[in-house]
């Protein structure tokens, strides 16, 4: 069974920058294409991007240009590089191993995920 442990997050100012982190587990990682969301309080979870086997990458738009998402196949890790944050930020963040497809699918079970907190 896949296992997905986010880390990462924490309380930053509006402008600071995080970097997040998942180690996936139970899965041939390298193949799979992967995704974070958020989801802020009161409110659906989110994509916010995705990063296929291969590399191609792709951004919500309210991320577009701040945030970058990578991986470490050696690692079995996948990352988000978040800068300029904003208050609207504040949100549970969590990654998937996805199906890239309109929508994206999300298709293991979800870990705790990694609380960011941006204060204004």
């Known amino acids: 069974q896949v296992q997905l442990v986010e880390s990462g997050g924490g309380l930053v100012q509006a402008g600071g920058s995080l970097r997040l982190s998942c180690v996936v587990s139970?899965?041939?990682?390298?193949?799979?294409?992967m995704a974070w969301y958020r989801q802020a309080p009161g409110k659906q979870r989110a994509l916010v991007a995705t990063?296929?086997?291969?590399?191609?990458?792709y951004y919500g738009d309210s991320v577009k240009g701040r945030f970058t998402i990578s991986r470490d196949n050696a690692k079995s890790t996948v990352y988000l590089q978040m800068n300029s944050l904003k208050p609207e930020g504040t949100a549970v963040y969590y990654c998937?191993?996805?199906?890239?497809?309109?929508?994206?699918?999300?298709?293991?079970?979800w870990g705790k995920g990694t609380l960011v907190t941006v204060s204004s």
């Open positions: 990063i296929t086997s291969g590399g191609n990458t």
């Open positions: 139970g899965s041939r990682f390298s193949t799979n294409a």
């Open positions: 998937n191993t996805v199906v890239i497809a309109t929508p994206t699918i999300p298709v293991g079970s």
